[in-house]
């Protein structure tokens, strides 16, 4: 082992994932809302093909890990969790066709929302994703949490308004405020179906096959990247590969520098949530969304110049508190420790689509 189980069960550990998924999920978004606004609607790279790489750089690299996690045993692993229960792994196909929905409507978001609004309104997929646990897995949630889901939801309300107090609608091939919500409201839906449905599947009594270990988080990664893949390519071959606006552009049309980038983090960010669900706990992963969004709202203002309106400053800081305490549970003595520490365990909304995140 490279990595010994203590250092890995270490505090130390745990701060370095924290580190490196707020500067993954801040430079995502910047990189992503740069290379969308930055050149001219002729220059603009196809989203589907920029899926279709990070997918196969997920897919890459999730079989470099499984790999080594079964001491070389990779097709074994393949030949146990797909060629030998195919039913199991088709059941990844409706979270990959709903991440490709999620997938293309961010960046259709991204081209129309500045990088604070974008990262504050996608907030709004924890409250979707309560709504669908509780639905598809009767989920209870406490009162501070409903409390936290409210004020959340206000605060998303207070940014958007402020928002459209400053802007007017746009004409074509500008940025819409109204495209761009439309895009994260329907994102945020796609986002919290795929993320619970994946969850139920994942908890689902296993029946016969628990005489075959535990599917590991990186297998499932490589399901999730592989049917991503077929259904992006799928979407090629009934489109025609040739949506309105994009005939007759190659492959890599449009990837600069900063694209490829954008791919890397893209494709390493998934395996990086993966970790921190694994050897972290859901608080680290609500300190390092409230972070993100602060640090990438700060670089936004000094790169891009975005005006931070008194409303974006009350929502946003709404939104933060919100997030945080959904995630830690107030303390309320001795006879409750137990309890808090249990609920702080329970995986939050949106956890189920951070495990395999798109």
Known sequence: MLLSSQFLASPAFKLILLVCMVLQNSATVLVGRYTRASVTEDQLYVVNHLILVTELGKLLLSCAFEWYTTGGQLMNSVRTNIIDAPYDALKIMVPALLYLVQNSLLYVALSNLTAPIFQVTYQAKLVTTAAVSVLMLNRKYSFQQWVCLVLLSLGVAIVVLGEKDKKQETTAGEQSLTVGLLAVTIA???????????????????????????VSVWMRNIQLAFFTIVTASMKDVVSGGKPAGEENLPYFH???????VLVCLQAGGGLLVAAVIKYADNVLKGLATGVSVCF????????????????FSAGATMILV??????????KGKKSQDTSQEMARTPSPGSGDHVLPK
Do not use: D, H, M
């Not at 029946?207 to 535990?214: D, E, F, L, N, T």
């Not at 990438?296 to 409303?311: E, I, M, N």
């Not at 919100?322 to 303390?331: C, D, G, Q, T």
């Open 322 to 331: 919100s997030v945080y305490f959904f995630s830690n549970p107030l303390k």
């Open 296 to 311: 990438a709202t700060g670089v936004s203002t000094v790169l891009f110049q975005t005006p931070l309106s008194p409303q």
């Open 254 to 260: 449009g990837f600069t520098s900063w694209v490829w």
């Open 188 to 214: 945020c839906f796609s986002s919290a179906l795929a993320g619970v449905y994946f969850e139920k599947v994942v908890k689902a009594p296993a029946g016969i096959q628990s005489k075959r270990p535990p």
